[in-house]
């Protein structure tokens, strides 16, 4: 039962079909297949009582109780209902996924389901690049448009070059945007294509997409080489095209780094060649090189100024969650997960988090160095996979605000699986901390350190 409703509850994530047919709304999917799941993991542990604790389990469960104290000590009761929705529902999210996971094939299922969707979002966005752009009245009040309109406004139907040209011809005092019109109510944000909910960003989506692909070598192992190989390269073509529309210089880094690295950790020094060819096509048609790109890096500068500087004046608690935009004269959030963890919960929250971060990364890690005698080469297969999407979302979350969001808690909630699936199969496996919290405590001096720096010397 847990297995079936976390299934769906990623699904749901996702897909946002509440959002793409408004009728379903009325049902709440995210709050019925999240309770489904958290009642389904307490039928399941009743029944058997061997699920494994995953060694990530103090510092997600840190996370939330110093998440509640730092929000709820500045903002007082309106602190509770922030904590709950950014760090205790991810928080249930990942435990949902590494607790009802309880075997290979369900991993392979759940694996599938993010390549799955991750193909879907880029067929979306391929087709919204397409599109001619399109003369679209921005609503005065975004929470007051229909259902049926983009989450912009009201397209008029004109076709056009710019947001200026729409005024020409258009309605007196209105605002316009000049924006493509996908598939399932879809629209672009500066001609750059998205898809909605976790993915409603351009650069999110294209990191979502890069970091799922490693996991392809995972769920093809095993399968019939044939099929397997089509369906991979229909994957990555769709996947690295739908990436170039989205024109995300962190999706172009993230796409280098999981290529390069799998193919290096496969077949050597050569295998550096496969990946960057792989690569190259994001690496040359990718990115942005334009006055919003320019405007795009002042701005991130201005907040990692901001960032920095709101840590060094609440290095204990931080200025609480979703506190940092409240925080700079631009009202943006840090674009920058590492950053907003410092920023908004004091030293002692980004220690968790990066800590929470490392033991998920250090589980497949453990497995690939030190494996278990006898170990089911697809788990090592699916440690490798997973491991360097890790690292991929450790590049791209550089660029992103990322600290809480539920699609990175579904894969810390992987680590865990993975963890449960291997310490069923092999109960002296142990994964521990050991002295490696001073390297977390080191690693996040030095990126505290070089925002800093870099962001002093660029102002």
Same mark, same amino acid.
């Given at each position: 039962?847990?297995?079936?409703?976390?299934?769906?509850?990623?699904?749901?994530?996702?897909?946002?079909?509440?959002?793409?047919?408004?009728?379903?709304?009325?049902?709440?999917?995210?709050?019925?297949?999240?309770?489904?799941?958290?009642?389904?993991?307490?039928?399941?542990?009743?029944?058997?009582?061997?699920?494994?604790?995953?060694?990530?389990?103090?510092?997600?469960?840190?996370?939330?109780?110093?998440?509640?104290?730092?929000?709820?000590?500045?903002?007082?009761?309106?602190?509770?209902?922030?904590?709950?929705?950014?760090?205790?529902?991810?928080?249930?999210?990942?435990?949902?996924?590494?607790?009802? #996971? &309880?075997?290979? %094939? *369900? =991993?392979?299922?759940?694996?599938? @389901?993010?390549?799955?969707? +991750? !193909?879907?979002?880029?067929?979306?966005?391929?087709?919204?690049?397409?599109?001619?752009?399109?003369?679209?009245?921005?609503?005065?009040?975004?929470?007051?448009?229909?259902?049926?309109?983009?989450?912009?406004?009201?397209?008029?139907?004109?076709?056009?070059?710019?947001?200026?040209?729409?005024?020409?011809?258009?309605?007196?005092?209105?605002?316009?945007?000049?924006?493509?019109?996908?598939?399932?109510?879809?629209?672009?944000?500066?001609?750059? #294509? &998205?898809?909605? %909910? *976790? =993915?409603?960003?351009?650069?999110? @989506?294209?990191?979502?997409? +890069? !970091?799922?692909?490693?996991?392809?070598?995972?769920?093809?192992?095993?399968?019939?080489?044939?099929?397997?190989?089509?369906?991979?390269?229909?994957?990555?073509?769709?996947?690295?095209?739908?990436?170039?529309?989205?024109?995300?210089?962190?999706?172009?880094?993230?796409?280098?780094?999981?290529?390069?690295?799998?193919?290096?950790?496969?077949?050597?020094?050569?295998?550096?060649?496969?990946?960057?060819?792989?690569?190259?096509?994001?690496?040359?048609?990718?990115?942005?090189?334009?006055?919003?790109?320019?405007?795009?890096?002042?701005?991130?500068?201005?907040?990692?100024?901001?960032?920095?500087?709101?840590?060094?004046?609440?290095?204990?608690?931080?200025?609480?969650?979703?506190?940092?935009?409240?925080?700079?004269?631009?009202?943006?959030?840090?674009?920058?997960?590492?950053?907003?963890?410092?920023?908004?919960?004091?030293?002692?929250?980004?220690?968790?988090?990066?800590?929470?971060?490392?033991?998920?990364?250090?589980?497949?890690?453990?497995?690939?160095?030190?494996?278990?005698?006898?170990?089911?080469?697809?788990?090592?297969?699916?440690?490798?996979?997973?491991?360097?999407?890790?690292?991929?979302?450790?590049?791209?979350?550089?660029?992103?605000?990322?600290?809480?969001?539920?699609?990175?808690?579904?894969?810390?909630?992987?680590?865990?699986?993975?963890?449960?699936?291997?310490?069923?199969?092999?109960?002296?496996?142990?994964?521990?901390?050991?002295?490696?919290?001073?390297?977390?405590?080191?690693?996040?001096?030095?990126?505290?350190?070089?925002?800093?720096?870099?962001?002093?010397?660029?102002?």
């Amino acid at each position: 039962m847990s297995f079936f409703a976390t299934f769906v509850l990623v699904f749901v994530l996702v897909v946002r079909p509440q959002e793409v047919w408004p009728f379903l709304a009325a049902f709440r999917l995210l709050d019925v297949f999240t309770g489904l799941a958290v009642v389904g993991l307490v039928v399941d542990w009743i029944n058997d009582k061997r699920s494994a604790l995953s060694p990530q389990l103090p510092y997600v469960a840190a996370l939330v109780v110093w998440g509640y104290l730092a929000t709820v000590g500045g903002l007082g009761r309106d602190g509770l209902v922030l904590a709950t929705q950014r760090v205790l529902i991810p928080a249930i999210f990942m435990l949902a996924v590494a607790f009802s #996971v &309880r075997s290979f %094939g *369900q =991993l392979k299922w759940l694996m599938g @389901l993010l390549l799955a969707l +991750a !193909a879907f979002v880029s067929v979306v966005a391929i087709h919204q690049g397409q599109i001619e752009p399109e003369c679209i009245e921005l609503a005065p009040e975004l929470d007051d448009l229909p259902d049926s309109m983009p989450d912009l406004g009201d397209p008029d139907g004109r076709s056009c070059d710019t947001a200026y040209s729409c005024t020409k011809g258009g309605r007196a005092g209105a605002d316009y945007v000049c924006e493509r019109l996908g598939l399932f109510n879809t629209v672009s944000t500066q001609r750059r #294509v &998205r898809w909605r %909910g *976790q =993915l409603g960003d351009p650069n999110e @989506l294209s990191i979502y997409v +890069a !970091a799922v692909m490693p996991l392809l070598f995972a769920v093809g192992a095993g399968a019939k080489r044939r099929l397997a190989s089509v369906a991979s390269l229909a994957l990555v073509v769709v996947g690295l095209y739908a990436v170039i529309l989205t024109q995300s210089r962190g999706g172009q880094l993230v796409v280098a780094a999981v290529f390069g690295i799998y193919f290096v950790a496969r077949l050597g020094p050569r295998g550096l060649v496969a990946g960057m060819m792989l690569a190259l096509p994001v690496l040359l048609f990718g990115g942005r090189d334009d006055a919003m790109a320019d405007a795009s890096a002042g701005e991130r500068t201005e907040l990692l100024y901001d960032g920095v500087s709101m840590f060094m004046q609440h290095p204990l608690l931080g200025v609480g969650i979703d506190q940092f935009r409240e925080h700079t004269s631009i009202r943006l959030t840090a674009h920058n997960a590492y950053l907003l963890a410092a920023a908004e919960l004091g030293g002692i929250g980004i220690f968790v988090w990066t800590s929470l971060y490392w033991m998920s990364m250090k589980i497949p890690l453990t497995i690939l160095r030190t494996p278990p005698a006898a170990l089911d080469p697809r788990l090592r297969e699916a440690a490798k996979a997973l491991l360097v999407s890790f690292v991929g979302m450790a590049i791209g979350v550089f660029f992103l605000s990322f600290t809480y969001k539920q699609l990175l808690f579904v894969w810390f909630g992987m680590a865990g699986a993975l963890y449960s699936v291997v310490k069923r199969q092999h109960p002296e496996f142990q994964v521990r901390m050991g002295r490696d919290w001073v390297g977390v405590i080191l690693a996040d001096a030095a990126i505290l350190l070089l925002v800093f720096v870099y962001s002093r010397l660029k102002a």
